[in-house]
């Protein structure tokens, strides 16, 4: 039986992304969609990249553009970089990338490069990093960054009166278009979580491996889940974005 199976934010978490793979038992016949945010945070971010470079020839992958992918590629293309960056996990990624080769840097630029800011299915599901915008759905979004940037549909999705039914004219459009939609970018544990969380039909899958929290991978059909250890317990040496 195939699988859709969803990866939330690794934030260079390798040894984490080993973890779930095998927690999950990862087939051939399985569909990995990616949320995007694959570098910043622990220390392995050029590890990661090269990993699902490969991973991509061996199995179906799908893999989203994430804002923290966008900020790395811009900087290994200009050189150029913000403090706001390097505060949140930019600064070790660039010290990561010390010993990566020019000729990996290309390929790591092509494959961030080649992301997608979305990937709606045959179900109606729509997977994405942030979000969107346009109250007529994403094909219609103004601003592509949005798609990796934007927090107002989780924080949307979390402030919804679940009494208001779908039908009335004041229920959030947004929530209307789609089957699910299965975000990163925004981690649970910002709401004290450390496990998918859904909301309206949202699902974030988030669960902070940047911070203290396990990445996680879950099957998008019926939501069973496996998680690595928590994150900072796997490179005690590191702090993360902590």
């Given at each position: 039986?195939?699988?859709?199976?969803?990866?939330?934010?690794?934030?260079?978490?390798?040894?984490?992304?080993?973890?779930?793979?095998?927690?999950?038992?990862?087939?051939?016949?399985?569909?990995?969609?990616?949320?995007?945010?694959?570098?910043?945070?622990?220390?392995?971010?050029?590890?990661?990249?090269?990993?699902?470079?490969?991973?991509?020839?061996?199995?179906?992958?799908?893999?989203?553009?994430?804002?923290?992918?966008?900020?790395?590629?811009?900087?290994?293309?200009?050189?150029?970089?913000?403090?706001?960056?390097?505060?949140?996990?930019?600064?070790?990624?660039?010290?990561?990338?010390?010993?990566?080769?020019?000729?990996?840097?290309?390929?790591?630029?092509?494959?961030?490069?080649?992301?997608?800011?979305?990937?709606?299915?045959?179900?109606?599901?729509?997977?994405?990093?942030?979000?969107?915008?346009?109250?007529?759905?994403?094909?219609?979004?103004?601003?592509?960054?949005?798609?990796?940037?934007?927090?107002?549909?989780?924080?949307?999705?979390?402030?919804?009166?679940?009494?208001?039914?779908?039908n009335d004219p004041s229920y959030p459009k947004r929530f209307?278009?789609?089957?699910?939609?299965?975000?990163?970018?925004?981690?649970?544990?910002?709401?004290?979580?450390?496990?998918?969380?859904?909301?309206?039909?949202?699902?974030?899958?988030?669960?902070?491996?940047?911070?203290?929290?396990?990445?996680?991978?879950?099957?998008?059909?019926?939501?069973?889940?496996?998680?690595?250890?928590?994150?900072?317990?796997?490179?005690?040496?590191?702090?993360?974005?902590?």
């Amino acid at each position: 039986m195939s699988r859709t199976l969803v990866i939330g934010d690794i934030h260079g978490a390798f040894k984490a992304l080993q973890q779930i793979l095998e927690r999950a038992a990862v087939t051939r016949n399985d569909l990995l969609i990616f949320l995007g945010d694959y570098v910043d945070g622990w220390g392995q971010s050029p590890e990661v990249i090269d990993f699902l470079i490969q991973l991509k020839q061996e199995y179906q992958c799908i893999f989203m553009r994430g804002n923290h992918d966008d900020l790395l590629t811009d900087w290994l293309k200009t050189g150029s970089h913000t403090e706001q960056w390097f505060m949140h996990g930019g600064r070790v990624t660039t010290q990561s990338y010390i010993k990566v080769s020019d000729g990996q840097k290309e390929q790591h630029i092509d494959f961030m490069e080649n992301l997608q800011n979305y990937h709606l299915d045959d179900d109606n599901r729509l997977f994405v990093h942030a979000g969107f915008t346009n109250l007529n759905g994403v094909q219609n979004e103004y601003f592509s960054k949005m798609f990796y940037w934007e927090r107002t549909l989780w924080e949307t999705a979390l402030a919804l009166d679940e009494t208001i039914p779908k039908n009335d004219p004041s229920y959030p459009k947004r929530f209307t278009l789609y089957k699910e939609v299965f975000i990163g970018h925004t981690p649970v544990t910002r709401i004290g979580e450390t496990v998918p969380i859904n909301k309206a039909n949202v699902w974030n899958v988030d669960t902070g491996a940047a911070f203290k929290g396990p990445l996680t991978i879950m099957d998008a059909n019926t939501k069973e889940y496996w998680q690595s250890d928590p994150v900072h317990l796997l490179y005690p040496d590191e702090n993360g974005r902590n």
